[in-house]
């Protein structure tokens, strides 16, 4: 199996270690090839989101590192790209004109009952004073909010595959501990992933908290509904620090195994082609 990454931040968003510093760790692990992926630009000010004025910047060291190691593992220009509503998204102009490697489209900010756009990706504890504050403690509005907007992203399409596909599900769980046992929940993720099914969409198994809190996203219990709609798996990291970057992967890889997955995606030679595992 080619070890690889798609997700991971730098500090041109929120991570903590150089591009370059990522690079050389993937060197030292064997990794093939690698994804660095900014939180995109958005409309509003932000402290995770990178500058708009800095992209440019970013495409250029990606340039140079690309050509700097050549022929030592195949590096990836990317962003993680906020939907923000029918505007701002992956699909719009601004976005595909950019020249990217590839795009993933994540959901981290959605509108309150008045159509107020809050972070709802912080903390668990920073997430429950929000849903009291800006949702009117109306956790089911958040969770159904949630979903609505990635079906609404990934109906528009622009992207490669979609990141951390029930990222809610942790804080939300945090809030009201059983919620994703409730039928209404689980139907509306079976839904979301027929629906995803049908569009079909790549899906981002993402392990960035599986370390700390054994939670992947989508969650394990998933898997099975994944592989009987056949839905294609990029597994990624969404690293903030380089040691990092493989967290969680043979655990996943496992999992996945066990449900009777083979593959996931990679890209090799700019075109995303099977991964066996
Ligand atoms: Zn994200
Ligand atoms: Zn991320």
Redesign the pocket.
């Known amino acids: 199996m080619n070890l690889t990454n798609y997700?991971?931040?730098t500090p041109y968003c929120d991570g903590r270690s150089n591009i370059e510093e990522f690079i050389a760790t993937a060197l030292f692990w064997g990794f093939s090839s690698y994804g660095v992926?900014p939180?995109s630009p958005i409309p509003y000010t932000s402290s995770c989101n990178m500058l708009r004025e800095r992209v440019d910047e970013y495409i250029l060291e990606m340039d140079m590192l690309k050509k700097k190691y050549e022929g030592e593992i195949e590096i990836y220009t990317g962003m993680?790209i906020d939907y923000l509503g029918k505007e701002w998204n992956a699909a719009n102009s601004y976005f595909q004109t950019l020249p990217l490697d590839y795009r993933?489209a994540?959901v981290h900010f959605i509108p309150n009952q008045e159509g107020e756009y809050h972070d709802i990706d912080g903390s668990a504890s920073k997430f429950v004073a929000l849903v009291d504050k800006h949702y009117k403690g109306d956790i089911k509005y958040v969770v159904e909010t949630y979903f609505e907007n990635m079906i609404n992203m990934i109906d528009l399409g622009g992207f490669d595959f979609v990141?951390?596909p029930d990222k809610v599900s942790m804080n939300a769980s945090a809030y009201s501990p059983t919620i994703t046992e409730s039928k209404w929940y689980k139907d509306l993720i079976q839904d979301y992933f027929r629906f995803i099914a049908h569009k079909g969409a790549v899906l981002e198994v993402?392990t960035?908290a599986y370390s700390k809190s054994s939670f992947l996203f989508p969650n394990v219990q998933h898997f099975k509904t994944l592989k009987e709609l056949n839905i294609p798996l990029v597994v990624n990291s969404?690293a903030h620090v380089p040691s990092l970057m493989k967290s969680g992967f043979k655990e996943t890889y496992a999992l996945l195994k066990e449900i009777g997955f083979r593959s996931t995606m990679q890209l090799y030679k700019g075109k995303w082609i099977e991964n066996p595992f």
């Open positions: 997700h991971s931040h992926s939180h993680e993933i994540s990141g951390h993402n960035k969404d």
